[in-house]
């Protein structure tokens, strides 16, 4: 008896590894063990494994999804500062996490000065799009645009924007930061020309839209690319100084206040 339960135990090892049931492998005698002690039948058994099973495998999909959308920071929205930045619509924020906006093919631009809290808002979406099951990618658009023009050179641009046409969500960080050439504008176009009504777009700028030609290198091209992006779409201002400008000053003070205390004396 003894042998034909090592004999039992290893087919069932060899089986799992073989169905790729990593998790079932790990825990099955951990399991059948408490199953014993709790006098639960074989279908119940079997029911906490598939549950392990799907629970890890869902785990291992979402920090694959994480790491494919190159995100630069890890950012949540509960770490977002709203108090800091009223001008921020808290209310359609909270909303568009849920991804909704992704199903209906909407898009979201983040309009407003540097440091303003942008991309961490860009960011927190894309990780709750992740968490969603849905297919991002991050890029800064100067990063996105170098990429474009040497997949160009090389002759693989089919093969990258195949790539990009296959996402949920594109995020396109810091538009306007760097002036495109007429190429890179052309290209920049054409993907976002792809994704109208087929995918999702966020794009962060620092440029009120009447200044989208200081990038785009024409007004014809700017006035097409508005009108993809603003067809469908949630418009989110952030208004008011940077963050990082304004605690570089409050860091700042109790110095100041300190040199005086020794000049008084």
């Given amino acids: 008896m003894k042998k034909t339960e090592t004999k039992s135990t290893v087919l069932l090892q060899h089986h799992l590894k073989t169905l790729k049931l990593p998790t079932m492998l790990a825990e099955h005698e951990k399991v059948a063990a ?35 959308a190159c995100f630069p920071n890890h950012k949540t929205l509960d770490a977002f500062d709203f108090k800091a930045q009223p001008s921020l619509n808290k209310v359609l924020i909270t909303e568009l996490m849920r991804g909704e906006y992704i199903d209906k093919r909407e898009n979201i631009l983040l309009v407003g000065n540097s440091g303003t809290g942008k991309t961490h808002v860009a960011t927190a979406l894309g990780i709750a799009a992740c968490g969603h099951g849905r297919r991002v990618r991050f890029f800064q658009v100067t990063e996105l645009i170098t990429q474009l023009m040497e997949a160009r050179e090389e002759r693989v641009l089919m093969r990258l924007r195949k790539q990009l046409s296959k996402l949920d969500l594109l995020i396109l960080d810091e538009l306007g930061y760097v002036p495109a050439s007429k190429v890179g ?3 920049l176009f054409d993907v976002i020309s792809t994704a109208y009504e087929r995918n999702s777009l966020i794009v962060t ?38 963050y990082r400008l304004r605690d570089a000053k409050r860091r700042k003070r109790p110095v100041r206040s300190s040199q005086s205390e020794t000049k008084t004396k």
């Avoid at 002690?37 to 079997?46: G, I, K």
């Avoid at 029911?47 to 890890?56: F, G, P, S, Y």
């Avoid at 200044?211 to 006035?223: A, F, K, M, P, Y």
Wanted: aromatic share 4%; proline share 1%.
């Fill in 205 to 242: 700028t620092n440029l009120p839209f009447e200044n989208w030609t200081e990038v785009l290198s024409s007004e014809r091209l700017t006035g097409a690319t508005l009108d993809r992006l603003t067809h469908r779409c949630h418009i989110l201002e952030a208004s008011g100084e940077s």
């Fill in 185 to 187: 504008s052309e290209l």
């Fill in 34 to 68: 408490r199953c014993a002690t709790d006098n639960m039948d074989h279908l119940a058994f079997l029911l906490q494994l598939c549950e392990l099973e799907l629970i890890d495998r869902e785990r291992r999909a979402a920090d694959r999804r994480l790491k494919s």
